[in-house]
Every structure is written in structure tokens, then in C-alpha cells.
């Protein structure tokens, strides 16, 4: 998260934080709990929606204009409106905003991790401020503010082919955020199975 925080390119700060998410991930497969597990397969099935969505979001900038460092926009939302609230939706899921799916599965694996360790739990739930940090200071110097060159005011805003993919991840994002049961139903035998397999003594 604190390397995500110092990065310049914003493909680079994306995986950076791809990575941090996934520290979520580990938590959660090694406290050995159902919620937990669960928790970090709801994390990985939103990360494909989130991250995917994000990377297609640099992408969609720089078809435009052939650049990912952040010094080289500014004032985006002026030329870029939809694309503006879309990037706005995905940058909040990646920051953990609740209603969307990236809040679901860090908000598991910190319950559980509540009833594991007290500091373990908090110090996980402290990476979420700094994960809010880099998504919302590279949102605020990308899209807000005036035009900041004339590379950023010959931007144009999304075509109908972008709008249906942004279409697709955000419905991917707010089902999953708003409405989980159906992902976590599907996980409890399996996760339930392998709890099971994994308290079974090897030593015979």
C-alpha cells in the first residue's frame, strides 16, 4: 500500500494495490475459518471485477493520450463526464466503499479476524486507510480540477463499446457489493469440506 501510495504511473499504483488486496487474501486463507475463507474467495472474485475495471480505465485514458503518469492529466471530468463517474464507482470499490464488492470480502476476513486476534484485525483494517489514500489522491489529480493541457482538453468521452464494458463491471461490482449471498451459498460445502479435510490427522 505505502509503495501503491509513491507512484507516479498509474498502471503501476493499480498493481500495487492488486497486491495489497491480496494481503487480504493470504489473511484470510490462514486463520483456517469459514467466514474467512469465504471472505478471501469474495475478495478474489471482486478483485477480478475491480482491478479489471480499473486497468481498463488507464486504458480507456491512454488510447486518448498515450500516457499513465498522473502529472499528465488533470481536470479529466471536464472532457470525460460518464467516464468520470464510472472511474468514480471502481476508484470507491477499490478503496473498500460499502455497496460495492471490494468492501465485502476485506469486511469478512476482518470479522473473522476479530474474533482471531484484536491487533491482527486492526492492523489489517489500518491497510483499507491507506488503500483509501492512494485510489482517492490519484482519482482527485486525474480527473478533478481545471484542464490542466491541451493533450487533457482534446480528450473525448467513451464510445458506445467502452460504455457497455464499464456497464458490465459495474453491474458485477454493486450485484456482488449489494447482494453476496448467492456467491458465499455457493462456497459453504467446499469451504466446509476442506475445514474438514484440513483438521483430519495425516499421521496414521
Same mark, same amino acid.
Given at each position: 500500500?505505502?509503495?501503491?501510495?509513491?507512484?507516479?504511473?498509474? %498502471? %503501476?499504483?493499480?498493481?500495487?494495490?492488486?497486491?495489497a488486496h491480496m494481503?487480504?487474501?493470504? $489473511?484470510?486463507f490462514f486463520m483456517?475459518?469459514? $467466514?474467512?475463507?469465504?471472505?478471501?474467495?469474495?475478495?478474489?472474485?471482486?478483485?477480478?471485477?475491480?482491478?479489471?475495471?480499473?486497468?481498463?480505465?488507464?486504458?480507456?485514458?491512454?488510447?486518448?493520450?498515450?500516457?499513465?503518469?498522473?502529472?499528465?492529466?488533470?481536470?479529466?471530468?471536464?472532457?470525460?463526464?460518464?467516464?468520470?463517474?464510472?472511474?468514480?464507482?471502481?476508484?470507491?470499490?477499490? /478503496?473498500?466503499?460499502? @455497496?460495492?464488492?471490494?468492501?465485502?470480502?476485506?469486511?469478512?476476513?476482518?470479522?473473522?479476524?476479530?474474533?482471531?486476534?484484536?491487533?491482527?484485525?486492526?492492523?489489517? /483494517?489500518?491497510?483499507?486507510?491507506?488503500?483509501? @489514500?492512494?485510489?482517492?489522491?490519484?482519482? %482527485?489529480?486525474?480527473?478533478?480540477?481545471?484542464?490542466?493541457?491541451?493533450?487533457?482538453?482534446?480528450?473525448?468521452?467513451?464510445?458506445?463499446?467502452?460504455?457497455?464494458?464499464?456497464?458490465?463491471?459495474?453491474?458485477?461490482?454493486?450485484?456482488?457489493?449489494?447482494?453476496?449471498?448467492?456467491?458465499?451459498?455457493?462456497?459453504?460445502?467446499?469451504?466446509?469440506?476442506?475445514?474438514?479435510?484440513? /483438521?483430519?490427522?495425516?499421521?496414521?
Amino acid at each position: 500500500g505505502f509503495v501503491a501510495l509513491v507512484q507516479d504511473d498509474m %498502471k %503501476k499504483l493499480v498493481a500495487y494495490s492488486s497486491i495489497a488486496h491480496m494481503g487480504f487474501v493470504t $489473511l484470510g486463507f490462514f486463520m483456517f475459518s469459514a $467466514l474467512a475463507i469465504e471472505g478471501a474467495l469474495v475478495q478474489m472474485i471482486s478483485h477480478g471485477f475491480v482491478s479489471g475495471a480499473m486497468f481498463f480505465s488507464i486504458g480507456v485514458m491512454y488510447d486518448r493520450a498515450h500516457s499513465r503518469q498522473i502529472a499528465d492529466y488533470g481536470g479529466v471530468v471536464n472532457r470525460m463526464p460518464k467516464f468520470a463517474a464510472f472511474f468514480m464507482l471502481f476508484a470507491m470499490a477499490n /478503496a473498500g466503499l460499502p @455497496a460495492t464488492s471490494g468492501f465485502v470480502g476485506e469486511f469478512m476476513v476482518i470479522l473473522a479476524a476479530v474474533g482471531h486476534n484484536f491487533w491482527i484485525a486492526f492492523a489489517a /483494517a489500518t491497510t483499507m486507510i491507506v488503500g483509501a @489514500a492512494y485510489t482517492l489522491w490519484m482519482y %482527485k489529480r486525474v480527473v478533478f480540477g481545471a484542464v490542466s493541457n491541451h493533450h487533457v482538453a482534446e480528450l473525448t468521452d467513451i464510445n458506445a463499446r467502452e460504455f457497455l464494458v464499464f456497464v458490465l463491471f459495474a453491474v458485477g461490482t454493486l450485484v456482488m457489493g449489494l447482494y453476496p449471498q448467492p456467491f458465499t451459498e455457493i462456497m459453504h460445502s467446499s469451504v466446509n469440506e476442506l475445514l474438514r479435510h484440513v /483438521a483430519l490427522s495425516k499421521i496414521q
